[in-house]
């Protein structure tokens, strides 16, 4: 079982910055991927960026270039700098986490989720 707490969220106006954190309850080297989503009224749920086990990472299209994941391995965090904030960053974004059973089952864990509002 994986917990997963995020916070960071809040009000911001366009071309402003965020930093949102997500800690887990393991050692996040187990984690292969972790990731934020997220999710704005009325939409489904969607990839905004995801690191793996080794470092590598991927970002939707939407935010390349003004979102960088990261984590501090030693914290068992995980951090999203979000700058040039638009009004379509709008929604809730919540921390996943999946990990993989020794029988190779795969188990995906979400935070509760953090309010990033974007607006003048």
């Known amino acids: 079982q994986v917990q997963l707490v995020e916070s960071g969220g809040g009000l911001v106006q366009p071309g402003g910055s965020l930093r949102l954190s997500c800690v887990a309850s393991?050692?996040?080297?187990?984690?292969?991927?972790m990731g934020w989503y997220r999710q704005a009224p009325g939409k489904q749920r969607e990839l905004v960026a995801a690191?793996?086990?080794?470092?590598?990472?991927n970002y939707a299209n939407a935010v390349k270039g003004r979102f960088t994941i990261s984590r501090d391995i030693a914290k068992n965090t995980m951090h999203l700098q979000m700058n040039s904030l638009k009004p379509g960053d709008t929604a809730v974004y919540y921390c996943?986490?999946?990990?993989?059973?020794?029988?190779?089952?795969?188990?995906?864990?979400w935070g509760q989720g953090t309010q990033v509002t974007v607006s003048s």
């Open positions: 996943n986490a999946v990990t993989i059973t020794a029988r190779g089952t795969a188990n995906a864990y």
């Open positions: 690191i793996s086990s080794g470092g590598s990472t």
């Open positions: 393991v050692n996040i080297l187990s984690i292969n991927p």
